[in-house]
Structures are given as C-alpha cells and as structure tokens.
C-alpha cells in the first residue's frame, strides 16, 4: 500500500507518497518532484474520462506513476485530506477535490438530481466524480477536514462546506425557513445531507489561504477596504 503524508511547511501544505513497486495516480500536472526508479505514463483517457472531463471539471489525463521511490506534489496554501475507499463504499466528490490515489481505486462518474443541483448552483450538469474500488485517495481542500458520521440523520450546511460523501447520503437543497423568513434573516438555500453514511466537511479555511482569496478579490483601486 502506497505511504501518503502531509508535509506542513512554512505555512503551505504539500502531498508526499511513498511507493514500492506500485501505481498510484495524480491530477494533471500535480507533480512537483520524483526520486527513485519511477515511470511516469500519462495514459491516453478513455471515452469515460473524456465525458467526465466535460462534465466535472477535471482534467481528462491524470498521469500513473509506477515504480519504487518518492513523489512530491505540488504545494498549497489550502490542505489535503486522505481517505480510505474501502470495497463495497462509493466516494462522492465535489467537481476539482480529487487530487490523488492508489492504483487500485477506480474512478467514475454521477449524476446529481437536476433540481437541488441547479437551485443551489451546481449548474445545468450537475456531475460528480466517483471513487471506488480499494485503497487511499488525496482530496484538496482549502483548510483541515473532518469526517462526520450520519445515522439516519440530516446534516445542513450553508456554502460548499461538504466536500464528499458516501452513497448512502442524499444531496439536496432547501431553505432554512419559509421564503419570508429566509429572506429577512439572510440566508440563502441551504445543501443539505440526508441519510446514513460519511461526509467530508471543511468548517473553515487555512488563514493564509482565506488571506489570498481576500487579496484575489480586491477591487480595482487594490483597497481591501471598501
């Protein structure tokens, strides 16, 4: 089983992964640097991933290493999680999480239902990439991650807080209150998750990384006060 770490340095986190006569794959262009006997093959995509492309944000390569040494990842101000996808379990990503994984776990594609996807503004092609099969996954986030186990319960978030889901949870949107009271309270349709299974949820970002979203979004003028 190939070794996935964390390495936190000067306030940027990055993905190293460690292989012994594996295979492991990563997201187009992830690499930052290789050591060992490693081959590198950005195998020619499918049909399957070139529809996946189009639909779920994702690049349609994703380059297989195979080989026995070690490969760093490209760093972020954001953060990585690690997962395991266990045979039999079906991971929900939300379109661009993906990052990396083990050989082993395949990757897909679902469809949401039309309409929670559209009012909570997925789009017209509200696709999702799928993991399965066995052995590790790395997901991006932009701060830490928990799992949050749901037992035939209902878990409502405001904004993309949810970053994956088991199956057994049900995804749909809905508003806190009456439209009246929504309205006057200031909070827009909420994502909600029902049922039992897992979730990845990411409450709040890394400071650097909500301090570089702050700086993208500037005005013209470059004043953070307005």
């Known amino acids: 089983m190939a070794d996935f770490t964390i390495r936190d340095i000067e306030g ?32 020619l995509p499918g049909g399957g991933d070139v529809i996946r492309a189009l639909f779920v944000r994702e690049p349609a390569i994703r380059p297989y290493y195979t080989g026995t040494g070690s490969i760093l990842l490209q760093p972020s101000h954001g953060g990585y999680h690690v997962l395991d996808v266990v ?54 986030a932009p701060g830490p991650v928990e799992t949050v186990d749901l037992e035939d319960e209902t878990l409502n978030v405001q904004g993309r807080l949810i970053l994956g889901r088991t199956s057994g949870l049900r995804f749909t949107a809905r508003r806190p209150s009456t439209f009246f009271r929504s309205m006057i309270s200031g909070q827009q349709l909420l994502r909600s998750y029902s049922g039992k299974g897992k979730a990845l949820v990411c409450w709040t970002p890394y400071w650097n990384e909500r301090l570089l979203k702050s700086l993208e979004s500037l005005d013209d003028d470059g004043s953070m006060f307005v």
């Open 12 to 43: 940027m986190r990055q993905v190293q992964i460690e292989i012994r006569d594996e295979t492991v794959r990563a997201r187009k262009g992830a690499m930052s640097n290789m050591r060992g006997k490693i081959k590198l093959t950005p195998r």
């Open 87 to 140: 045979e039999g379990d079906q991971w929900i990503l939300e379109p661009g999480v993906f990052w990396a994984c083990e050989g082993d776990v395949r990757l897909g594609m679902k469809k949401e239902r039309f309409w929670p996807s559209f009012w909570s503004g997925d789009g017209f092609f509200p696709w999702k990439t799928v993991l399965t099969g066995q052995g590790r996954a790395v997901i991006n």
